[in-house]
């Protein structure tokens, strides 16, 4: 507690104070800061690195994963976003993803990571006008989630990453070695900025009922650290497996379990997107995931 309470005393305490985070921690019990601060803390570090003090106080969505396509040329073993459970994938279509990332970008003052993804993003033949709608002004960092399978020739597609300042975003599986290497020397010779990604994968469990009380869900919630917001076919979910869940029909979304955004005014989507952020009970999704379980544990990356 003593920790805590020097924690209290120091400017970047003063700079929570300013920010929606504060009003969670204060009026807790001492020992669930912990908890809040590692469900947050990449969100409050990213608006704290970022500088923008004046937008603090406003709609912040610290990380953000636009979904433009469920095709995808690796069928991994336990991936989290149920990849493999697409028995139809396709391109999400163009104007309806354009749409809500206008709608959204009218809500939010602030994106910490604006991530665009699929499946592989690379496959999509939108991607390029997909790009000129990510509003950058806003963004912090602005990222193309990649798998290094494809290696896009599009001139256009890099004229919009240089502008944009997209950063590509390279995850090295044991399969997309050698394009992975080509994928890197077209990137340099555009002037394309790039990065590898290790994610720790953990297994989310198979997407099925896995039938916990409700004193266990709201504990599984509590200890959930998932922070990504998604993005899928006009909709804003809490997570990315919420929105896979309930696109693949796994159970059904009830009321309040995310903002449709093309459906609303600004106003609307603005109050519905602060009412989902700061949501403090689990998702009917919950029940098909074991993130924020002991059974969370690792696995081994892909493939």
């Known amino acids: 507690?003593?920790?805590i309470d020097s924690f209290k005393q120091t400017k970047f305490a003063a700079f929570l104070k300013k920010t929606p985070f504060y009003?969670?921690?204060s009026g807790r019990k001492k020992s669930s800061f912990f908890?809040?601060?590692?469900?947050?803390?990449?969100?409050?570090?990213?608006?704290?690195?970022s500088g923008k003090l004046s937008l603090v106080a406003g709609l912040v969505i610290d990380k953000l994963d636009v979904v433009i396509?469920?095709?995808?040329?690796?069928?991994?073993?336990?991936?989290?976003?149920?990849m493999p459970y697409?028995?139809?994938?396709?391109?999400?279509?163009?104007?309806?993803?354009?749409?809500?990332?206008?709608?959204?970008?009218?809500?939010?003052?602030?994106?910490?990571h604006f991530n665009i993804l699929g499946g592989e993003p690379f496959l999509s033949p939108d991607l390029k006008y997909i790009m000129e709608e990510i509003p950058v002004e806003k963004c912090h960092l602005v990222q193309v989630l990649t798998n290094a399978t494809i290696v896009p020739k599009d001139p256009e597609l890099f004229d919009v990453m240089r502008r944009k300042g997209v950063h590509v975003v390279i995850t090295p599986y044991p399969s997309n070695e050698q394009t992975r290497e080509q994928l890197i020397a077209v990137l340099e010779r555009e002037h394309v900025a790039w990065n590898y990604y290790y994610p720790r994968w953990t297994d989310h469990g198979e997407p099925c009922h896995h039938h916990r009380s409700p004193r266990e869900l709201q504990r599984q919630f509590a200890h959930c650290t998932s922070v990504c917001?998604?993005?899928?076919d006009g909709r804003l979910y809490y997570c990315f497996r919420c929105a896979h869940?309930?696109?693949?029909?796994?159970?059904?979304?009830?009321?309040?379990?995310a903002v449709d955004l093309l459906k609303?005014?600004?106003?609307?989507?603005?109050?519905?997107?602060?009412?989902?952020?700061?949501?403090r009970k689990p998702f009917t999704a919950c029940q098909y995931c074991l993130r924020g379980t002991n059974q969370n544990v690792g696995i081994s990356r892909g493939k």
Request: net charge positive; aromatic share 10%; proline share 1%.
């Open 35 to 49: 908890v809040i601060w590692s469900k947050y803390k990449r969100r409050i570090r990213t608006i704290y690195l």
């Open 86 to 112: 697409y028995k139809n994938p396709g391109h999400l279509d163009k104007d309806r993803v354009i749409a809500s990332i206008r709608e959204l970008a009218k809500a939010v003052d602030w994106f910490g």
């Open 23 to 25: 009003e969670i921690w």
């Open 1 to 3: 507690m003593k920790l």
């Open 69 to 82: 396509t469920t095709k995808c040329n690796l069928q991994c073993e336990g991936c989290s976003h149920l």
């Open 245 to 257: 869940i309930y696109d693949l029909g796994f159970c059904q979304r009830l009321e309040g379990e």
């Open 229 to 232: 917001k998604n993005l899928l």
């Open 264 to 279: 609303n005014t600004t106003a609307q989507n603005r109050k519905q997107l602060r009412r989902l952020l700061r949501r």
